[in-house]
């Protein structure tokens, strides 16, 4: 196990480098210059110049990808000119907003789906089965932004009795809990909606396998059967949504934090991107790219964890 | 469109005596909404754009009018007020901190007196923070001072800085008195462009307060050094920088860096002592990084009107999506409508809203790109130029596509407001080549190309005779365009689509849309083009907006249109154009300048440099109906929060 453990730690280092090298080079490709897009049309050429050689541009690619390297190992992360704040702050203010809107939705849509999965295997093609299978269809075809009007419009403006955004004066919305209702609900039920169908199938899947005619046969309670041999089993295709899902928290909900005014990672990440802020963009995508390899890394452990045939070499 | 001309005062006198007599008439009374004091006024800020500098000499980083227009100028007001909340672009003396200068000895001198203001801890507004200011703007904008920014902290510097102009054209400054100051330029200058786009960037800052090195540094004389001027060499008219510009550490430089880092630590904007001596109607109570800033009446504010309300918030909007839920929600006093969500004006006017455009002092545009090898010559046929002019339907595209909400532009001069003085008759009196099918192709054919409606048209008589296509297009050239405009915006797509549309079907000009984020189209427009230094990857691009005269309130086409000029995107050039903004900048007296504006205008309304496009509004504001001091709007673009109040 700590010897595949340190092959996939290897493996993750390659990737992560591979990533920012790819990125690296894609967004000195972008049309226009980062100076250009940092002093805005009205500045001269000399300025340009200047901040150029101020800020290594003139340099060959290879040196400048060398220099950020150099500086994400002393944890710089560079300078956002659009947002007047180090890269590394500006993340520190936003994942952990990310982190609590995106992480409590999904440990929510988590406690819901599952149960709700096992009860629509269990009560398969009956009326409630049929029910909330065309309730999960629904949320997950809904488009975000339309569910979040949606309850805006029903939550606040109608019954007024949820905020339409997150707090605004406050550093973390968590001071605030009212205001993160509504995005959390969003987020929840599409999520739920997801999951739940994937339970289902899983549970399905599983509840023909041979061993639970075994364990059957054996005399072993429908209940049990249920819960200890099925649904151990079916929770592995869950374990690797949540695996890939780590990615998402991280990364953000870019649609709910814009309907919702919360200025988490997502909007962060999409700013960046239509603003040319180029080291903010460098730093996301390598937050990101760490998270998701650490969400896969992890899913594959959970996986040894729910089912004792596989084993890692 | 009609132009207005100026109202003498006996003509304004005749109309108020008529107004009073009709109101007496009719039995009717005038009412003003009594208002009361205190209340919380609800700004919503752009979406994803927070204010995040406090500095008022902001570098071009951070040069915007959400950092200085609507946030740091309520703070910190410049010597010389521009516009005065009724939609003039003038001069306002009432709100500067500086008298109308005077100029003498032909124009090359100028004398300024200050009021006696004072700052929020009490200490006298002098001529020595004025001095102050000049020694940092002339250190921060010295070509040949050191280096001073790096990737992790970004210098200071001055976005509205243009090389050769303001300070370099100033040979000496110095205070004369307490409250007095005198210049000395370079060459004679028209008084009311100097006053107008050189002196309007002078903000006073608290010299006894701000003139450090560190924070835990005694205050001291560090700028001084910079008085000392030099000339820049192979200058003509000689250009000045400061002989002493110090270094990131020491010196103005030192100064200006130290006041700038202390602008890049947002998180203490509300407790750092530096950002609480202030001279304008506000100081920052409380500020997150996010962008929420509040800020409350400065008690000491030396200007009229003062404050009434207790406070003003400035909220910031991940989305427009978010700020219109807010808006219904009712929870802003000042919001906008996005453009796309129009149709629910009638909604919001219900619910206690009021509807207000507000328009800058600009105008819309996109540019040629004159140096492209194979298209600049075509596009550098005047004939050309109109022919696509031509195929421009502004007032469609204003009906249609922007609900009605833009004004035609006609030429550089903005034609919004239509009091305007500016605007010269032929300007004010429409566009000079409004839609006409016939008319292009007409010309397109009068110049020796076959015109193949709904195809490509093709030159078919090379040359540079009057019926032929002109210099540098070969036998066989087809108009043929690459046209990148920005992504976003429903109603620049529709113009750009219905452009393309009618441009082929009419006048087989073909033109192939791209798009890109906003940012990378300015990246492509400003790219430095020039003639010795082509851009080949494209022939037109829309940014969708054009020019916002602010900080240079004077309309004049120096830094856009002017051969060379640091914003001429397409790298337009023309002689006789050149000499007419060098006769703005250099009039002589009132008389002179005007006409020497409507020159420069008509010239540009007829030669066309660029694509003129409908103006449209800043935003579409929507205000609480009980809120009054907003029934006009900033010109360009600022905010005046001391005029509000509730009734």
């Known amino acids: 196990m700590i010897g595949y453990l340190i092959r996939r730690v290897g493996q993750a280092i390659v990737v992560l480098i591979g990533v920012t090298i790819i990125t690296f080079i894609l967004l000195h490709l972008l049309p226009g210059s980062p100076v250009r897009a940092i002093l805005g049309p009205r500045a001269s050429a000399a300025a340009i110049k200047q901040l150029n050689e101020e800020l290594g541009f003139n340099k060959p690619l290879y040196v400048q990808y060398g220099i950020w390297v150099w500086n994400l190992v002393h944890l710089n992360l560079g300078f956002s000119y659009k947002l007047n704040q180090p890269v590394m702050a500006l993340i520190g203010q936003r994942l952990p907003k990310t982190l609590f809107l995106v992480g409590s939705s999904l440990v929510l849509a988590v406690i819901l789906a599952v149960p709700l999965g096992i009860w629509q295997a269990v009560r398969r093609n009956r009326p409630d089965d049929y029910v909330l299978t065309g309730m999960s269809f629904i949320f997950y075809s809904m488009p975000t932004f339309l569910l979040g009007i949606l309850l805006i419009i029903v939550f606040n403006q109608t019954l007024n009795w949820l905020p339409f955004e997150a707090p605004q004066n406050q550093t973390y919305p968590w001071t605030d809990l009212n205001g993160m209702v509504l995005p959390v609900v969003t987020l929840t039920a599409v999520t739920v909606a997801l999951f739940s169908r994937y339970m289902r199938s899983s549970m399905l899947e599983q509840s023909i396998q041979d061993y639970v005619r075994t364990a059957r046969a054996k005399g072993v309670s429908n209940q049990a059967v249920l819960l200890v041999h099925v649904l151990r089993n079916a929770l592995i295709p869950v374990i690797t949504l949540i695996g890939l899902s780590i990615g998402g928290i991280v990364g953000g909900a870019v649609v709910t934090e814009s309907v919702f005014n919360y200025p988490g990672m997502g909007l962060l990440y999409y700013n960046a991107a239509v603003t040319d802020d180029f080291p903010t963009l460098l730093g996301f995508v390598v937050v990101v790219a760490l998270a998701t390899v650490l969400g896969n890394l992890l899913a594959d452990i959970l996986y040894a964890v729910a089912d004792p045939r596989i084993r890692y070499v | 469109m009609r132009h207005i001309p100026k109202l003498s005062f006996w003509r304004l006198a005749g109309v108020a005596a008529v107004t009073a007599l009709f109101v007496a008439a009719c039995g009717g009374t005038t009412t003003t909404p009594k208002t009361t004091t205190g209340g919380t006024v609800t700004f919503a800020e752009g979406p994803s754009a927070p204010p995040s500098y406090i500095f008022p000499m902001a570098s071009g980083t951070y040069f915007s009018v959400t950092n200085l227009s609507d946030f740091s100028q309520l703070m910190y007001v410049p010597l010389f007020w521009f516009g005065n909340n009724t939609s003039d672009p003038v001069f306002n003396a009432q709100l500067s901190i500086g008298n109308q200068p005077v100029f003498s000895n ?60 303001f300070p370099q054209n100033v040979v000496s400054y110095q205070a004369t008195g307490t409250y007095s100051l005198h210049m000395t330029l370079n060459s004679s200058y028209n008084p009311r462009w100097f006053l107008y786009n050189e002196l309007s960037q002078i903000t006073p800052l608290p010299q006894q307060a701000w003139d450090e090195l560190s924070a835990s540094g005694p205050i001291g004389n560090y700028d001084a050094g910079a008085e000392a001027r030099t000339t820049l060499p192979n200058t003509s008219p000689a250009e000045y920088v400061p002989t002493n510009p110090g270094n990131g550490t020491s010196g103005a430089l030192g100064v200006a860096q130290f006041i700038n880092s202390q602008s890049q630590t947002l998180g203490t904007y509300a407790t750092n002592p530096l950002w609480q001596v202030v001279s304008g109607p506000f100081v920052l109570n409380a500020y997150t990084t996010a962008g929420y800033a509040k800020m409350v009446p400065n008690k000491s504010y030396s200007g009229s009107p003062k404050p009434t309300i207790s406070a003003f918030i400035e909220e910031p909007f991940t989305s427009d999506t978010a700020e219109f839920n807010a808006l219904k929600a009712g929870s802003l006093t000042i919001g906008y409508i996005p453009t796309q969500d129009i149709s629910q004006k009638a909604l919001l006017e219900k619910s206690g809203y009021t509807f207000n455009p507000w328009y800058s002092f600009g105008f819309t545009y996109f540019p040629y790109n004159f140096t492209e090898p194979t298209t600049g010559p075509i596009m550098k046929q005047l004939y050309f130029r109109q022919a696509f002019q031509s195929l421009v339907n502004q007032p469609q595209y204003i009906s249609d596509f922007l609900a009605g909400y833009g004004v035609a532009t006609n030429g550089p001069v903005p034609t919004y407001p239509l009091h305007n003085p500016d605007v010269s008759p032929l300007e004010g009196g429409g566009q000079v080549y409004p839609y006409s099918a016939s008319k292009a192709v007409g010309l397109l054919k009068a110049h020796g190309w076959t015109v193949n409606a709904g195809g490509v048209s093709t030159c078919t008589k090379p040359g540079t005779a009057s019926d032929e296509c002109g210099q540098g297009i070969a036998n066989g050239a087809q108009l043929n365009f690459r046209l990148l405009y920005a992504q976003g915006s429903v109603a620049l797509t529709n113009e750009m689509t219905a452009l393309q549309s009618t441009a082929q079907q009419v006048a087989g000009i073909k033109i192939t849309l791209s798009t890109a984020p906003f940012q990378q189209v300015i990246g492509t427009a400003f790219n430095g083009c020039t003639f010795s230094s082509p851009c080949n990857g494209w022939d037109m691009a829309n940014w969708g907006g054009g020019w916002v005269y602010s900080p240079d309130y004077f309309p004049t086409g120096g830094e856009i249109l002017g051969t060379g000029a640091s914003s001429n995107a397409g790298d337009y050039s023309d002689t006789t154009n050149d000499a007419n903004i060098k006769a703005t900048h250099t009039a002589a007296n009132d008389t002179a300048e005007l006409k020497a504006l409507f020159t420069y205008e008509d010239y540009l309304a007829k030669q066309l440099p660029v694509v003129y496009m409908p103006t449209t509004p800043y935003q579409l504001t929507m205000y609480k109906s009980n809120l009054t001091g907003l029934e006009h709007q900033g010109i360009f673009d600022e905010l005046y929060p001391q005029y509000y109040a509730f009734s």
Not at chain 2, 115 to 135: E, Q, Y
Request: aromatic residues 8%; glycine residues 10%.
């Open chain 2, 106 to 165: 032909n124009n090359t001198e100028v004398s300024i007196t200050l009021k006696h203001w004072v700052w929020s801890n009490g200490k006298p507004i002098t001529a020595r923070d004025v001095v102050f200011w000049l020694n940092l703007l002339s250190a921060a904008t010295d070509p040949n001072a050191p280096a001073v920014g790096s990737s992790s902290a970004p210098g200071p510097g001055w976005g509205a800085a243009v090389p050769g102009a």
